[in-house]
């Protein structure tokens, strides 16, 4: 049974940072790409970052490229995104999910389907 366990959210300041965890069980941690997904209220889904499963190349959206750090640790199947100086608007349901398809753009690529999503962990950015 696949399964992804979000972790590591919570209420922090603007100009703040919060690092997600993602613990994986069930597949094969090394050979899928996985990224991450959030969910504002009364919003769509929208996505994060993601990376391949070798963890050399990584992709951001433009509203968290230069501030969030995609990252994977295969010895212990997680993933994880670091948030740094962090605002109002990142506040949202965060998921890890593992990337069936992507999408290439000029320049670069972004998941456009998932295989599997976590839960979700709350991230709420607010003084």
């Known amino acids: 049974e696949v399964q992804l366990v979000e972790s590591g959210g919570g209420l922090v300041q603007p100009g703040g940072s919060l690092r997600l965890s993602c613990t994986t069980s069930g597949f094969t941690f090394g050979s899928k790409d996985m990224g991450w997904v959030r969910q504002a209220p009364d919003k769509g889904p929208e996505w994060v970052s993601a990376?391949?499963?070798?963890?050399?190349?990584?992709y951001y959206a433009k509203s968290v490229k230069g501030r969030f750090t995609i990252s994977r640790d295969s010895a212990k199947n997680t993933l994880y995104l670091q948030m740094n100086s962090l605002k109002p608007d990142d506040t949202a349901v965060y998921y890890c999910?593992?990337?069936?398809?992507?999408?290439?753009?000029?320049?670069?690529?972004?998941?456009?389907?998932?295989?599997?999503r976590g839960q979700g962990t709350q991230v709420t950015v607010s003084s």
């Open positions: 999910a593992t990337v069936r398809y992507w999408l290439q753009e000029v320049g670069s690529k972004r998941p456009v389907e998932y295989d599997y």
């Open positions: 990376g391949t499963s070798d963890g050399h190349t990584t």
